[in-house]
């Protein structure tokens, strides 16, 4: 089995989320350490580059900007390339024309675009809601095969199919894998510190902005918080509210080893998002021995687990705290052991083996 990656679509350095080219890379090494499976890869020459290993055909042309990167998906993405037996969009779309015969599969992810548009129109345009709507759409229509992160995001996928009228795509459930899955079990060599960790977003359904206003209150009832650490971009109304909590520091983005000592040492990962396709964080956080708090009702819900201690409910900050007071209680050793449960379900070659079987499925 061969399959070409399309890749021209990722410029994580200008990207909004960096989470599809983790997964990108991720499965990619995955698939190339089983030794069944040849890849190759089209890029740009801005683009993500696969790993050591896999052929790499760059485009004579950048795509790290908006016109250059649409102009390509459009032209480029559907057109004859590549001799693999399918081709893969790892970012979940396919804007342009079919014209290839080969199976064509996409990794789309969530409909997190469905729910902000119709929560948060004013997040941005309403010709950017309008053509990344219409690119779902048609991207559904095309692709042979579906993937999906979680069982969360496939049944959210053929609700909006069928809300749309659409044929019923093929959905197809393989999980993903995460950073320091090594480390799952282990014990972190630095010693935990009285704060708890956010991964702060400007994007609404993330919730940092409530975070930020529901930790203030709870301050304000002379409750013992940990601190809170914020770290990633806010917008610029609430940065202004941090500056005035005393529980509450913002951290710029940190690089990678950095971010896992970090994570490693707090007591807390708090992941309030309303919608997720599958919620990363959590599963890392869990590998670095970290419990954490999340909204019931998500895709992370569904990751960590039937009675996972730290879920809540709604927009109370009461019904918050009670999630962090459920897993600052909690033994060290049951996190670790939900982590080992976890990485035997997502790790990365489990990730590889379900979306080879459903390659399968087209060829």
Request: aromatic share 8%; charged share 25%.
């Amino acid at each position: 089995m061969d399959v070409d990656f399309y890749v021209a679509d990722q410029n994580p350095h200008r990207d909004r989320s960096l989470g599809i080219t983790a997964y990108t890379e991720g499965l990619m090494r995955a698939l190339h350490a089983r030794g069944d499976v040849g890849l190759a890869a089209l890029g740009s020459r801005s683009s993500w580059q696969p790993p050591a290993g896999v052929p790499f055909r760059a485009l004579p042309w950048a795509t790290d900007r908006l016109p250059a990167r649409m102009a390509t998906d459009l032209l480029v993405a559907g057109a004859p390339w590549g001799s693999g037996s399918l081709r893969h969009f790892p970012k979940g779309f396919l804007t342009g024309p079919r014209l290839t015969h080969r199976p064509l599969v996409g990794t789309v992810h969530d409909t997190i675009v469905v729910h902000a548009a119709r929560r948060y129109p004013q997040a941005r345009s309403r010709v950017a809601w309008a053509f990344w709507l219409r690119a779902l759409r048609r991207s559904l229509q095309v692709f042979d095969l579906v993937l999906a992160d979680s069982e969360h995001a496939r049944l959210s996928i053929l609700d909006w199919a069928r809300e749309q009228g659409l044929a019923e795509p093929r959905v197809v459930t393989t999980g993903i894998g995460a950073r320091w899955e090594e480390r799952a079990g282990t014990r972190s060599p630095d010693p935990r510190q009285d704060e708890v960790v956010h991964l702060a977003s400007t994007e609404p359904h993330k919730r940092t902005a409530w975070l930020v206003d529901a930790w203030g209150l709870l301050a304000e009832r002379g409750l013992d918080l940990p601190r809170l650490l914020l770290v990633g971009p806010l917008p610029e109304s609430t940065r202004n509210r941090v500056a005035r909590l005393r529980h509450v520091e913002m951290l710029p983005r940190l690089a990678e080893a950095d971010l896992a000592r970090r994570v490693a040492a707090a007591r807390a990962l708090l992941l309030p998002s309303e919608i997720e396709g599958f919620g990363l964080p959590a599963l890392e956080a869990h590998y670095l021995g970290t419990p954490v708090v999340y909204r019931l009702g998500t895709a992370v819900a569904e990751v960590v687990g039937e009675g996972a201690a730290g879920g809540f409910e709604g927009d109370d900050p009461d019904a918050l705290w009670m999630a962090v007071e459920a897993v600052l209680a909690q033994d060290p050793e049951a996190t670790q052991r939900r982590a080992l449960a976890l990485r035997e379900r997502f790790a990365w070659a489990r990730c590889a083996e379900r979306t080879v079987a459903a390659y399968r499925q087209v060829l």
